[in-house]
Structure formats: structure tokens, C-alpha cells
């Protein structure tokens, strides 16, 4: 049977139903067979914590992000606590990080009594960058967090040279960019995460990277620092009932390296065809008054974690009413500034209310769906519903 034509002659999809802002169920379809078998391998084995999977899959990300040492653990916020206590920081030591990311960042490092400086970030990539950072550099200052925002780096070779100039660490939070690459001014390339001194990153469920529940890693070209890592993330100790300092317990559980072993080889091609739909939304986004699609940095690949829009004239969250009435899924990432969070009230070395950017971005970024398993309908589904609401029928 024909398939049937709008008035304007272009084909006519069938309106997708259930769209979901990342569709594990459909991912999880694709390799099934796999996955069922590396979990049940497993179950039989017994081998429960510190298995051959984990094992695996620790050797299988060195080779994956050139890394010399990967120490994998519970979850992307232990791997950022972890980071910042390998490092031997002293309580009052400030750590600068982006006042526009998610609290994780920032949480860890007043949990550790060390003091946050939150600063601002580009509005057109969303990630801190060194004229960011380098006003808010003190005597206190010990370490900065770049994050990698939604998929794509921040800006990293400034970020490093102010970082040598002022003697500071630097812990990249990967969690959203895991496989992107940086591409430096004299052409050598590395992965997002391996730059710093140490990379963190998370294998939440939706994260491009996704475990079956929690999970994380660190990874570091730095022997010391790779013992500090293991050390602080098994209770402290060096050998096994010996302690040489307080530690904690972060352990990635063998069923959830399993699924990772799975999905890792997959990882490439899960970013290439999040690309291709960000490629689309950019196409079919195009000369809409007030709406900005996301830039990309022409020294960054981008993975696409999130497709993130910016809205202005206040007119975000109608857009967000309008794509949901049409059942199409959105999420603000993210709507508070991390200084406007009661639990930082006080806390933050510099006492900023008001960032400029990182405030406008508060009010203006909406993300569209965003995963590896779109089909043509429904992304035009999604465009369309966009542009409707300028009041544009068809992209």
C-alpha cells in the first residue's frame, strides 16, 4: 500500500506514540540475546563483587579512553568525592566549579567541608572556560571541575595552562561526554576525561554509557594518583585489614560491568546516531525566531547527551506545555542556579547571588528527546511539533 502524503506532497508518517526522552527498552531490544547471556554468566558464576566482568570492563574503558588506569566504582558521585579525596585537599580548600550544572558537582565538594566557588559558563556551549575560572583563582584555590555539559568538552587547553600557571588539579566530570574527543591547538587528540589529572564519569541507566542500575568510574595516567583512587574507594586500605586512611565503599557490581561489557563496543556507534538526530534537529530547526540550537565547539566532537535548546522571551516554558499536550517529552536541565540552592546558601567562597549567563540559561534551556534509537517519524514528529509552535505547519 502507498504510503499517504500530506497536502504538501511530503510523505505522511504515522504519529509516534510513547516517545520517550531516552528509550533503554528499544536499546536493550537490540542486543538482548547478549546482555540476557552476560548477566545469567554472571548469576552462575557467583562472582558477584570484583568479578572477572568488572575486571574486563575496567581493561576494556583504559583501552577505550587511552587511559592508563581506571578505577571503576558505584556511582558518577562517588567518582567525584573519591577524585577530590585522592588529592589529599585540606577542610577550607576551595575548589572552583560551574555554577550551571547538575548538584553533584558542586555537592561533593562541600561534602568533603572543602569550600565551592561556582562560576559562570558560555552561553552558546554551556561549559566554564578559562576567562571563567582565572577571576575566581585565590591563594585557597586547589583544584577546578570542568564539566562537560550535555556532551561536548569545555575548552581544555586554556583550562590546563591556567591550571599549570597556578599549581592547581584538575578533575574533569565526564559524566555527560564520555567518548567525545578534544582535539588541542598543535592537533593531538584525547578523550574528554583523560586530559586532567583525574576524569570522572557515571554509568547512570540514561547516561550514553548505561549500566542496569548505578555505576561509575575514575580514570587517571597518574600511578600515585591511581593508588590514592583504589585506596579511598575500598575503605582505605592498601592490603586487605590494613587502613592507612579513611576511605569509603564504592564498588561497580559484576551484573552491572556485565551489561557495560555489552554496551561498551556499542558506544561509538550509540554517539554516531545520536549525532545524525541532532544533525536533523538542527536542519529542522532552523529560522525560528528566538529559539537557539546548540553550538558546537569546532575542537570538540559532540556525543549529544542531551539536545538543548535556548528559548527566549520567556517563552520556554509555554513551549514546554505545548510539546507535552502534543506527548512529546521534555526536561530542564537545569532550572536553579546551584547558588540559589538552599543547600548552599552560605556556603560558596565568593557569596555570588547572580551569575550573568548561568542565569539567563536558568530560564531559557529546554532539552528534546535525545537517544541512539530514533526513526525518521518520530524526529519529524518532534520538529514539526516545534515549529508549530511558531505557527510554521511542516519543517
Known amino acids: 500500500m502507498a504510503t499517504p502524503t500530506a497536502p504538501d506532497g511530503r510523505a505522511q508518517l504515522p504519529t509516534p506514540t510513547n516517545i520517550q526522552m531516552v528509550d533503554l527498552k528499544a536499546q536493550y531490544r537490540a542486543m538482548q540475546e547478549e546482555v540476557d547471556a552476560a548477566i545469567i554468566d554472571v548469576v552462575r558464576s557467583g562472582a558477584f563483587i570484583n568479578g572477572p566482568a568488572v575486571k574486563a570492563f575496567q581493561a576494556g574503558l583504559e583501552e577505550y579512553l587511552g587511559a592508563d588506569y581506571v578505577i571503576p566504582c558505584a556511582n558518577g558521585t562517588d567518582a567525584l568525592q573519591i577524585a577530590l579525596m585522592a588529592l589529599g585537599l585540606e577542610p577550607g580548600d576551595e575548589v572552583i566549579v560551574p555554577a550551571f550544572t547538575y548538584v553533584a558537582s558542586a555537592e561533593v565538594i562541600a561534602l568533603l567541608r572543602l569550600t565551592p566557588v561556582m562560576v559562570d559558563v558560555d552561553p552558546r556551549t554551556f561549559n566554564v572556560r578559562a576567562e571563567d575560572i582565572e577571576p575566581a583563582i585565590t591563594e585557597r584555590t586547589k583544584a577546578i571541575i570542568p564539566v562537560h555539559l550535555y556532551g561536548q568538552s569545555c575548552d581544555m587547553e586554556p583550562i590546563m595552562t591556567l591550571a599549570k600557571k597556578h599549581g592547581i588539579h584538575v578533575v574533569e566530570d565526564n559524566a555527560q561526554a564520555i567518548g567525545a574527543t578534544y582535539t588541542f591547538s598543535d592537533g593531538r587528540q584525547a578523550r574528554t576525561g583523560t586530559i586532567g589529572d583525574i576524569g570522572t564519569t557515571s554509568f547512570y541507566p540514561s547516561k550514553n554509557l548505561g549500566a542496569y542500575g548505578d555505576g561509575g568510574a575514575m580514570n587517571t595516567n597518574s600511578e600515585k594518583l591511581s593508588v590514592e583512587l583504589r585506596k579511598a574507594a575500598n575503605h582505605g586500605q592498601s592490603r586487605r585489614y590494613y587502613h592507612d ?30 549525532n545524525a ?3 536533523w534537529y538542527d536542519a529542522n530547526l532552523q529560522g525560528l525566531t528566538g529559539l537557539l540550537t546548540p553550538a558546537r565547539l569546532p575542537n570538540s566532537t559532540h556525543v549529544f547527551h542531551q539536545y538543548t535548546l535556548r528559548i527566549d522571551g520567556g517563552r520556554r516554558d509555554a513551549l514546554q506545555e505545548h510539546l507535552k499536550a502534543a506527548g512529546i517529552p521534555t526536561m530542564i536541565y537545569y532550572p536553579v542556579a546551584l547558588y540559589d540552592q538552599e543547600a548552599f546558601r552560605g556556603t560558596a567562597a565568593n557569596n555570588i547571588d547572580f551569575l550573568p549567563n548561568t542565569d539567563l540559561l536558568t530560564k531559557e534551556v529546554i532539552s528534546l528527546p535525545m537517544h541512539s534509537e530514533f526513526d525518521e517519524g518520530t524526529l519529524q514528529y518532534i520538529t514539526d511539533a516545534v515549529r508549530g509552535f511558531w505557527g510554521v505547519r511542516n519543517s
Open 245 to 274: 586512611i579513611v576511605g569509603c565503599n564504592s564498588r561497580l557490581d559484576s551484573i552491572q560491568a556485565a551489561v557495560l561489557n555489552c554496551k561498551l563496543p556499542r558506544l561509538d556507534g550509540y554517539s554516531a546516531r545520536r
Open 277 to 279: 538526530a541532532a544533525d
